[in-house]
């Protein structure tokens, strides 16, 4: 155990030596970026090579060539109680990287919940007849997404829905070594 810190400590004192000298950062064509100087100067950078001091500079970076991310299927219950699956394949782009990477923890993910959220909230204020226009349903919701993502650097290109079904809702309950099935009845 000593010898594993004496060895962490080592590579910490290298990197703090090593990070006196400047470094060269390469950034795709399809890449744009942040160059952040001592916490607080932000500076927005595009594709081509950056140099940057790694003791006061730090240099962050993301995809902005269109995206597709398919949202995992959600079970919902409608507003006249019948249960529905829907699956979502969302089409995004980075059109402020600057923004995308400091106005919001994880983009990727948090434009995902945020779809899956006011899809959920779509599906439940309305009837199981209401849902079955899906190009109503893709219309409203990517409209909805655009204006809660509003300042987040990110442009959404198109929503899809994939697959809507009526479902009966199986949920596998366990305890201990025991388990026991049960289903939701309307």
């Known amino acids: 155990m000593l010898r594993s810190s004496f060895v962490h400590w080592l590579n910490q004192l290298i990197e703090l030596l090593l990070s006196i000298f400047p470094r060269l ?10 160059r952040v100087t001592l916490g607080s100067r932000v500076r927005s950078i595009g594709p081509g090579y950056w140099w940057y001091w790694p003791l006061v500079q730090q240099i962050s970076y993301c995809v902005v060539a269109p995206q597709v991310v398919d949202l ?22 980075i059109s402020d990287a600057r923004m995308a990477l400091l106005n919001v923890h994880s983009y990727d993910q948090a434009l995902q919940n945020l779809t899956r ?14 849902c079955g226009d899906i190009a109503d349903i893709a219309e409203n919701t990517k409209a909805a997404v655009q204006k809660a993502a509003r300042g ?19 949920r596998l309950m366990l305890r201990g070594e025991y388990a026991r099935n049960t289903v939701d009845e309307e």
């Open 25 to 34: 950062q390469f950034l795709l064509p399809n890449e744009a970026g942040i």
């Open 152 to 170: 987040w650097g990110v442009s959404i290109q198109a929503l899809y829905v994939d697959e809507i079904a009526s479902t009966l809702n199986v």
């Open 117 to 130: 959220g006011i899809v959920a909230g779509y599906v439940n204020g309305r009837t199981f007849d209401e």
């Open 72 to 93: 995992m299927p959600q079970a919902l219950r409608t507003k006249d109680g019948k249960e529905l699956t829907i699956s979502l394949t969302m089409r995004y782009a």
